[in-house]
């Protein structure tokens, strides 16, 4: 076949093959665009980048392609009715499915070019219809059908991006202006009084505070309830995603909660809370479950389902070629299918359960106690909402392993010298890897934060425990003397600091410790919890069996990813030029003299052993380099010098526990959201289970309208 044969066949056969690929780009990312919530796998990320790209384009370019059938096809020919019957179903394909309609949160920002982009493609969409003119009905009433569909499709898409728009999603959750009691009407009432004669003197009574310090017992909450609880907590907590602020009953109804939920429920709570927000941000959730949402839902049902039903009843098919009738079929079959089960995930949901369970009358609580039972079944408490995974990269690691090669020194060439950022690409690529976040772990980092809400009830006490990040831990266990200094410094040197000592104490006592990260019953895959039954006897088991080097090493490996690969999660400064200075000079001290392979073992071994109790380095080297390395030598010498060795494992998985928390209550609700279509981040769990907790700085309303009262003495 020559050139211009395979021209000619790709001409005769290009709209049939893009329409089948449009439609099975569809198929995809209706299934897989929920996917990305629960993985952290960059192939996935890549194949749905790839096709929500693609979706769009091919359906724009065919329907051009179209029309320039129509305009150079000079007949009205059979031919062209059917093909100008599959223009709607471009628009319907444009309107995108209801799991996927933004990949990353910025793409909402797009959504007047989505608007123009509906405006233009239904305009042509009606232009290529016009220019065919078919007249049997089993063409024309199925197509202006399917037309209504894709529109409505189109324009709920476009919607659903404005909606979830930062401006308009802020917007959407203010409230009306609160002016407050009126002062100058009281200071007259006052002055009246007084002026009358009268004595007189103002009471204020003050605001009854939460319960602060009270223990109160821990109980299992049924998952249902957990549901439905979390679905309105997430109507109060969403504003935190735009940096609106909550008020003291937010803080005490959270409060109240949280203190008696498990941990693993309190988790769950928070899991659930972001998917919804995710779904929020990333799909049609917010116009498809409001009442006109739902209303439509029943029309884009019934739309393929009546086109197909006309068109293989209409009898006048035999003048048309048989491959464009089965691809019509297709179409329509694949349309009823996608709306079939797109209609089946939005039942399926907790924001059905919940708008169901509110309604009041005869039979909507059999019909939300049915719809749970489906709901229980696809999505069971066990079920994992993210990833349940956090990132590791360690200095140590990437300073032994990361040789000087003729590739890795172009990489750096083209980085320094034209911001193409390949070695940092290469490097995480290299030494970026992933781990379960166990249950031993969310324990640790749950007991600390409830333990903090139990102490105070004082509203400035929960704010100031957002600041700790590593004070209170040691000050707890009487370190602070020893080592306050470590943590009184800038947050990007501290994290360095507390990494690389981390590593000198963990590989020094490398032959003492548990590792239960692939326990089974602690986390499996998807990092599932071990049974309801079960969990009680487990914790109490770790906290007296399982000491915490294992644990220290994942939130420090977990912070070093944030500092290095998100620092926009992070408020540290120059946390990427200390790193860079800090591995610089572990590199020339590991790879100087003989070029022997050295494993972590023996490169902490070889740190431990200088002396470094004679002078500070910055004495020997100045400012200029940020390198924190020799000092971190410094502090792993004054950590190991705490006993028992139980106490400074403790003190150091407390303050990495701490830690983690100030970078999270530092991170802008932005960012967090953000990371939620990447398979979500520990940060930002840990950052929504603090504001549970009630700690941290978004609490700015601390008391209702002052009580007070002009008391007339007689």
């Known amino acids: 076949m020559d050139l211009q044969s395979l021209r000619r066949f790709w001409g005769q056969w290009e709209i049939r093959v893009l329409l089948i690929v449009s439609l099975w780009l569809q198929i995809f990312l209706l299934f897989a665009g929920g996917l990305r919530k629960r993985s952290v796998t960059t192939w996935l990320r890549m194949l749905l980048w790839l096709a929500y790209l693609l979706a769009d384009s091919i359906a724009i370019y065919t329907l051009g392609n179209l029309s320039q059938n129509q305009k150079h096809s000079g007949s009205l020919d059979q031919e062209m009715h059917l093909l100008a019957f599959w223009a709607p179903f471009l628009i319907l394909h444009l309107g995108g499915q209801d799991t996927i309609t933004a990949f990353a949160i910025e793409d909402n920002e797009l959504w007047l070019r989505h608007l123009l982009s509906l405006v233009s493609q239904v305009a042509l969409a009606v232009y290529v219809y016009w ?20 529109v409505i499709k189109y324009a709920e898409r476009t919607w659903a991006l404005k909606s979830a728009s930062m401006n308009s999603f802020r917007s959407s959750l203010l409230t009306p202006p609160d002016a407050g009691p009126s002062y100058a009407k009281f200071v007259e009432m006052y002055q009246s009084t007084i002026d009358s004669g009268l004595h007189a003197h103002i009471v204020i009574v003050p605001e009854e505070p ?10 299992r909450i049924r998952y249902r309830d957990l549901v439905y609880k979390s679905y309105k907590f997430f109507e109060t907590f969403r504003r935190l995603f735009v940096d609106l602020i909550l008020s003291f009953q937010d803080r005490a109804d959270s409060l109240a909660f949280f203190r008696k939920l498990k941990m693993d429920q309190a988790f769950k709570v928070v899991e659930i809370e972001l998917m919804l927000m995710y779904e929020s941000f990333h799909s049609k959730c917010v116009v498809i479950h409001g009442s006109v949402g739902r209303s439509l839902r029943v029309f884009t049902l019934a739309a393929p389902a009546v086109s197909l039903v006309l068109f293989a009843a209409w009898e006048d098919k035999g003048g048309y070629k048989k491959v464009d009738i089965v691809i019509s079929y297709v179409l329509l079959g694949g349309a009823f299918l996608l709306e079939t089960y ?11 359960y919940v708008y169901i369970r509110d309604k009041q009358g005869d039979g909507w609580s059999a019909r939300a106690d049915k719809l749970f039972g489906w709901l229980n079944f696809f999505q069971p408490e066990r079920k994992p909402r993210w990833s349940n995974q956090m990132a590791q990269y360690n200095l140590l690691t990437y300073c032994i392993k990361d040789k000087s090669r003729w590739y890795t020194r172009a990489m750096e060439k083209l980085e320094w010298k034209h911001n193409i950022r390949l070695k940092t690409m290469w490097d995480s690529f290299l030494y970026t890897n992933h781990t379960d976040v166990s249950v031993v772990l969310k324990n640790l980092i749950f007991q600390q934060l409830k333990e903090k809400a139990n102490s105070t009830s004082d509203p400035l006490s929960y704010r100031q425990f957002g600041e700790h990040r590593g004070q209170w831990i040691l000050q707890r ?5 020893q080592l306050g200094w470590s943590v009184e410094l800038e947050f990007d040197e501290s994290m360095l600091l507390w990494h690389i000592a981390t590593d000198l104490c963990y590989y020094g006592e490398r032959n003492v410790y548990h590792d239960f990260s692939g326990y089974d019953g602690i986390t499996g895959s998807g990092g599932c919890f071990c049974s309801c039954e079960d969990f009680d006897g487990l914790c109490n088991f770790i906290e007296l069996e399982y000491p915490c080097q294992s644990l220290s090493k994942q939130i420090s490996n977990y912070m070093l990813f944030l500092l290095v690969m ?3 999660m992070m408020t540290a400064t120059i946390g990427q030029i200390r790193f860079g200075d800090t591995c610089a000079e572990a590199k020339n001290f590991f790879h100087r003299g003989a070029d022997v392979e050295l494993n972590e073992v023996q490169g902490a071994e070889m740190l431990s052993a200088v002396q470094t109790n004679n002078i500070r380095p910055r004495d020997v080297k100045g400012d200029r380099s940020k390198s924190v390395l020799f000092d971190a030598c410094r502090l792993a010498e004054v950590l190991r010098s705490l006993h028992p060795q139980a106490k400074r494992w403790r003190v150091i998985s407390g303050v990495w526990v701490e830690m983690l928390c100030y970078a999270a209550g530092k991170c802008r609700g932005n960012f967090h959201a953000k990371q939620l279509s990447q398979g979500g981040e520990l940060l930002t769990v840990v950052w929504l289970l603090m504001a549970h907790f009630g700690i941290g700085e978004q609490y700015r309303v601390e008391s209702g309208h002052a009580r007070t009262k002009i008391v007339i003495e007689t």
């Open 210 to 219: 939460c319960d602060g310090g009270v223990l109160v017992e821990e109980e």
């Open 342 to 352: 797109a209609i089946f995930l939005m039942i399926v949901s907790p924001w059905s």
């Open 566 to 568: 998100r620092p926009f």
């Open 477 to 481: 266990n009487g370190c602070y003397q």
């Open 131 to 150: 220019k065919s003119r078919p007249t049997g009905a089993g063409l024309l009433i199925p197509a202006i059908i399917m037309f209504v569909s894709g």
